[in-house]
């Protein structure tokens, strides 16, 4: 079965920087495109980047662009995504997340169990 496990979430201080981890299984990770997607407390799930399968074609919302990068190592099935310049709204809790397909946009069919990312001094 599909298992997505992310790590490297944490307590930073308004300015740092951050680096997620998504270990991918039970699939062919390099055919799929993958996803991190974030939910703020009390608000609603907002996507935050994406990238292709083969890693060339990239999303980011404006929140995080120009700030964060994702990127992919498909010889290691993970998914990364670094986050610099890190404010307090970035305070979230971020999911690891399988496309349904190899490109940008499609719908999402497997959730990590998410990483807390706290942003505060």
């Known amino acids: 079965q599909v298992q997505l496990v992310e790590s490297g979430g944490g307590l930073v201080q308004p300015g740092g920087s951050l680096r997620l981890s998504c270990a991918a299984s039970?699939?062919?990770?390099?055919?799929?495109?993958m996803s991190w997607v974030r939910q703020a407390p009390g608000k609603g799930l907002e996507r935050v980047s994406d990238?292709?399968?083969?890693?060339?074609?990239?999303y980011y919302a404006d929140s995080v662009k120009g700030r964060f990068a994702i990127f992919r190592d498909n010889t290691k099935n993970t998914l990364y995504l670094q986050m610099n310049n890190l404010k307090p709204e970035d305070t979230a809790v971020y999911y690891c997340?399988?496309?349904?397909?190899?490109?940008?946009?499609?719908?999402?069919?497997?959730w990590g169990q998410g990483t807390q990312v706290t942003v505060s001094s």
């Open positions: 997340v399988k496309d349904s397909t190899w490109a940008l946009g499609s719908k999402y069919d497997a």
């Open positions: 039970g699939f062919t990770f390099n055919t799929y495109a």
């Open positions: 990238i292709t399968s083969g890693g060339s074609g990239k």
